[in-house]
């Protein structure tokens, strides 16, 4: 078996670079569940018509689709041998969801990038400005931020045996090189 690794981290932290370069170190996949939904979106699968349902009404997609989705991925052989989750589990409930389906060996490292709440939101609202994106406004992304902080932080604990927590702050290849310390043998 490989690595099994799930990204934690605030919006704009740089959860999805750092990702990426990861799985094309470790030759393994990214399963990244905005991608995921948008994808049975776009082929218009059964999961997909049932998901679109929830974000056309602006909620989020109910934790057992997304969990059963995720099930569906992490099942297939080029996962065999590890993965880079992103963006699942968000929570509390959807981690023991994991676990419960697929065992407490479906992630064996938590790797937290860690920036400060200031950093984010200068990050964010450059990206925003380079973006054209009218919609990520400072008090939207503080309101992300609390959102990530009730929601999403609290797995750091659930996992406190696997977490091991990168600087982000720095060049993507600075903080590439924090993340990969002791992943790559």
Same mark, same amino acid.
Request: glycine letters at 8%; one cysteine or more.
């Given at each position: 078996m490989?690595?099994?690794i799930?990204?934690?981290?605030?919006?704009?932290?740089?959860?999805?670079?750092?990702?990426?370069?990861?799985?094309?170190?470790?030759?393994?996949?990214?399963?990244?569940?905005?991608?995921?939904?948008?994808?049975a979106?776009?082929?218009?699968?059964e999961?997909?018509?049932?998901?679109?349902?929830?974000?056309?009404?602006?909620?989020?997609?109910?934790?057992?689709?997304?969990?059963?989705?995720?099930?569906?991925? $992490?099942?297939?052989?080029?996962?065999?041998?590890?993965?880079?989750?992103?963006?699942?589990?968000?929570?509390?409930r959807?981690?023991?969801? $994991?676990?419960?389906?697929?065992g =407490?060996?479906?992630?064996?490292?938590?790797?937290?990038l860690?920036?400060?709440?200031?950093?984010?939101?200068?990050?964010?609202?450059?990206?925003?400005?380079?973006?054209?994106?009218?919609?990520? =406004?400072?008090?939207?992304?503080?309101?992300? $931020?609390?959102?990530?902080?009730?929601?999403t932080?609290?797995?750091?604990d659930?996992?406190t045996?696997?977490?091991?927590?990168?600087?982000?702050?720095?060049?993507?290849?600075?903080?590439?090189?924090?993340?990969?310390?002791?992943?790559?043998?």
């Open positions: 490989g690595r099994r799930l990204f934690i981290g605030p919006p704009g932290v740089g959860k999805g670079t750092q990702a990426k370069r990861l799985v094309d170190a470790l030759g393994v996949p990214h399963v990244a569940s905005g991608d995921m939904l948008r994808e979106v776009a082929n218009d699968t999961l997909g018509r049932e998901a679109v349902r929830y974000m056309e009404a602006g909620e989020l997609v109910p934790d057992k689709l997304v969990i059963a989705m995720i099930e569906r991925r $992490l099942r297939k052989q080029d996962a065999y041998c590890g993965y880079v989750l992103d963006g699942f589990p968000r929570n509390v959807q981690a023991e969801a $994991l676990t419960e389906t697929l =407490d060996d479906a992630i064996d490292t938590v790797l937290v860690e920036v400060t709440e200031e950093e984010i939101v200068e990050r964010l609202l450059k990206r925003a400005a380079i973006e054209g994106r009218s919609d990520d =406004d400072e008090p939207t992304i503080r309101h992300r $931020l609390e959102i990530f902080r009730t929601e932080e609290p797995l750091i659930y996992y045996d696997k977490v091991q927590r990168v600087d982000g702050v720095g060049t993507i290849d600075q903080v590439f090189c924090r993340v990969v310390s002791g992943m790559i043998c």
